[in-house]
T-cell receptor
Framework: AQSVAQPEDQVNVAEGNPLTVKCTYSVSGNPYLFWYVQYPNRGLQFLLKYITGDNLVKGSYGFEAEFNKSQTSFHLKKPSALVSDSALYFCAGLSGGSYIPTFGRGTSLIVHP | NAGVTQTPKFQVLKTGQSMTLQCAQDMNHEYMSWYRQDPGMGLRLIHYSVGAGITDQGEVPNGYNVSRSTTEDFPLRLLSAAPSQTSVYFC?????????????FGAGTRLSVL
């Protein structure tokens, strides 16, 4: 069984401040973890993924995510938020060999000028 | 590359009507899937396919049919629309579902059932 949780429906941050969007997972075996972003009236776009290796994964638009096995977390981070980062963010995960990723419920990130 | 193309972008139906949501991809991906997105519910998997001629049910398959006669196309059929099917529908495709599993999403179809 696999599940992904995003505990925050909404995150508010001021422009220029660091941001964190949280994700925890429950996946059997070695997890494959992903972050996607959805801008208004658009489909989801891939941001970054963790398959194996370094716990800090760097992705598009200056985003990065830290894989923490002991805490079963994969939080999305960015050192300095932009207003244009405002969007809906989805965490997804699956176990090795599975075809079907499980998505979290999404977190709305609002960056205030 | 066009990527994943969904048509129509918007649709209004009356209860009981049927329709087909079209999805096409030009990346030669084997894996395709349909999701619905509802407020507070995130993405829920309706049906998926791991190749031409192979389909399977996801989390919320009731009221929907799919077929996969070609690698490129994966249409979603609503048999008898109900207001509970008002949602935004996304089609996605992937080249390697087992490992890399980066999914490419279409722009979505916004469906209202009155």
């Amino acid at each position: 069984a696999q599940s992904v949780a995003q505990p925050e429906d909404q995150v508010n941050v001021a422009e220029g401040n660091p941001l964190t969007v949280k994700c925890t997972y429950s996946v059997s075996g070695n997890p494959y973890l992903f972050w996607y972003v959805q801008y208004p009236n658009r489909g989801l776009q891939f941001l970054l993924k963790y398959i194996t290796g370094d716990n800090l994964v760097k992705g598009s638009y200056g985003f990065e995510a830290e894989f923490n096995k002991s805490q079963t977390s994969f939080h999305l981070k960015k050192p300095s938020a932009l207003v244009s980062d405002s969007a809906l963010y989805f965490c997804a995960g699956l176990s090795g060999g599975s075809y079907i990723p499980t998505f979290g419920r999404g977190t709305s990130l609002i960056v205030h000028p | 590359n066009a990527g994943v193309t969904q048509t129509p972008k918007f649709q209004v139906l009356k209860t009981g009507q049927s329709m087909t949501l079209q999805c096409a991809q030009d990346m030669n991906h084997e894996y395709m899937s349909w999701y619905r997105q509802d407020p507070g519910m995130g993405l829920r998997l309706i049906h998926y396919s791991v190749g031409a001629g192979i389909t399977d049910q996801g989390e919320v398959p009731n009221g929907y049919n799919v077929s996969r006669s070609t690698t490129e196309d994966f249409p979603l059929r609503l048999l008898s629309a109900a207001p509970s099917q008002t949602s935004v529908y996304f089609c996605a495709s992937s080249s390697d579902p087992g490992r890399q599993n980066i999914q490419y999403f279409g722009a979505g179809t916004r469906l209202s059932v009155l």
